[in-house]
């Protein structure tokens, strides 16, 4: 995992233009790659990176929003949701606004669609990172949970604490791993085509994340069930 003290202050050695070359080369998925690394499988095996499908959107009229995609992986030791934030000055122009006292910072809103859940380390640093902006929205959609079988695993806390700093956690479901290969895949006119309990699965992880994200509320079930003696 990666951290870059200057994505605190917006700033960077790298220049924006070559952030940008970089971040839109290839901007498309392969099919194939969708398709392995999003699959929301119960056992996956194998798929040790994380892929994250992103959407960037900035009102700039009453009726108008800017908008700008693309996707990031793993790379060099950098963890995705990290290595993002290194390219926040070049995607999100005014963010960190102009240094000018008094003046306004745009808002953005960010969109995720990631292969795995955040890991708990990464969940810290972005809810960190988040806490000082205000200006900037994010909500993550996720294929699978990492780590997050068992009940006392960091990763479920780091999940909580990105609930806490305004982000919303949702597992995937069809409609949007559709969206994503309209989106984001080289699909050569080639349809979605859900694989084997894609539904089923989506279901399973979203009741089970729909637990780490309330767990007070069930605890208190789970105590009023054992005042009641059921």
């Given amino acids: 995992m990666c951290w870059d003290p200057e994505v605190e202050t917006g700033q960077s050695h790298v220049s924006q233009k070559s952030l940008l070359q970089d971040v839109s080369q290839c901007v498309l998925l392969p099919q194939k790659k969708f398709l392995y690394h999003y699959k929301n499988m119960r056992w996956a095996k194998g798929r040790n990176e994380t892929y994250l499908c992103f959407v960037v959107k900035r009102r700039v009229g009453p009726d108008s929003l800017s908008f700008d995609f693309g996707h990031l992986r793993n790379r060099n030791g950098c963890h995705v949701e990290l290595l993002f934030l290194r390219y926040l000055g070049a995607l999100c122009p005014g963010l960190w606004g102009s240094g000018v006292?008094?003046?306004?910072?745009?808002?953005?809103?960010?969109?995720?669609?990631?292969?795995?859940?955040?890991?708990?380390?990464?969940?810290?640093a972005l809810s960190r990172f988040l806490g000082r902006m205000p200006n900037l929205r994010l909500r993550i959609f996720v294929s699978r949970l990492y780590f997050c079988d068992m009940e006392d695993s960091r990763e479920r806390d780091g999940l909580r604490l990105l609930r806490k700093a305004g982000v919303?956690?949702?597992?995937?479901?069809?409609?949007?791993?559709?969206?994503?290969?309209?989106?984001?895949?080289?699909?050569?006119?080639?349809?979605?085509?859900?694989?084997?309990?894609?539904?089923?699965?989506?279901?399973?992880?979203?009741?089970?994340?729909?637990?780490?994200?309330?767990?007070?509320?069930?605890?208190?079930?789970?105590?009023?069930?054992?005042?009641?003696?059921?």
């Fill in 101 to 124: 006292m008094g003046e306004r910072r745009l808002s953005y809103s960010i969109t995720w669609f990631c292969s795995w859940s955040p890991c708990a380390d990464c969940s810290i």
């Fill in 168 to 230: 919303q956690i949702t597992v995937m479901s069809y409609k949007d791993f559709f969206y994503c290969w309209q989106t984001f895949v080289d699909r050569k006119q080639s349809s979605f085509k859900a694989w084997e309990s894609l539904q089923q699965n989506s279901v399973r992880l979203a009741r089970k994340l729909n637990r780490i994200l309330q767990p007070c509320e069930t605890e208190d079930l789970r105590d009023a069930f054992k005042l009641l003696g059921l």
